[in-house]
């Protein structure tokens, strides 16, 4: 059973700057898939960043494509999304999910295991 806590949601203006921490315990992230996903009031979650360590690859939405960066602690167990430039259309609640078998890292179905999620609410 792997359990995921999300935090360092926010209000921040257009333009600003959060960053996101999602803290795995149960088992290490090691070489599972980790992906953060949104959902803002009243639309579909959509996918935002994802990566697999094991072969040093990530994968952006095309909205947040340069502005969002996921990375990784090993030694906290812990996943970021750091994010910039912000925009109004960036709020949303964000969790970050895994699984031992992702295949497609844009399909939450494919994710096992999701965090509560935080809220991200940028201002105009």
């Known amino acids: 059973q792997v359990t995921l806590v999300e935090s360092g949601g926010g209000l921040v203006q257009a333009g600003g700057s959060l960053r996101l921490s999602c803290a795995a315990s149960?088992?290490?992230?090691?070489?599972?898939?980790v992906g953060w996903f949104r959902q803002a009031p009243g639309k579909e979650r959509e996918f935002v960043a994802a990566a697999r360590w094991s072969v040093s690859t990530t994968w952006y939405a095309d909205s947040v494509k340069g502005r969002f960066t996921i990375s990784r602690d090993n030694a906290k167990n812990t996943v970021y999304l750091q994010m910039s430039s912000l925009k109004p259309e960036d709020t949303a609640v964000y969790s970050c999910a895994t699984g031992l078998s992702v295949r497609i890292v844009t399909s939450p179905r494919q994710y096992d295991y999701w965090g509560q999620g935080t809220q991200v609410t940028v201002s105009s």
């Open positions: 149960g088992r290490t992230l090691g070489n599972w898939v």
